[in-house]
């Protein structure tokens, strides 16, 4: 663990945009989503976002905080920012509809578990 200030901010922003995404996969029918290019795009700008604070936060905290696909999450921001390649709207619909959850809960654990200390 570093003694980064800023830590705790960005694993909160991470927790704040998961559960974004995952309420707006709760509201949204996948049909209804694949065919509103503002739903994609929202769901585009988030993923953005989460990718771009887990990006801020220091490897050495990255693995006090927990088993998270850092990787995948920092990979699919650089993806959907420099348009590297295409993604699937369907698979960012399944992503934040199905694998958000336990991201969303470590994140939030570690918060807690700091905010005791």
Known sequence: ??????TPAHVADMARFAAELRAL???TARDAYLVDRV???????????????A????L???????????????GLRNI???GYDQVDPETLYRTAS??????????N???AQRDRR
């Open 55 to 58: 990006s801020r936060i220091p």
């Open 80 to 82: 959907l920012a420099h």
């Open 109 to 111: 654990a570690w918060l």
């Open 39 to 53: 739903l994609v795009l929202a769901f585009e700008k988030l993923s953005i976002n989460l990718g771009a604070a």
């Open 1 to 6: 663990m570093t003694d980064d200030a800023r």
């Open 25 to 27: 996969a709760g509201r």
């Open 60 to 74: 050495p905290d990255r693995e006090a905080i927990g088993a998270l696909p850092w990787r995948q999450i920092i």
């Open 98 to 107: 199905m694998e958000l959850d336990d991201l969303e809960a470590t994140l």
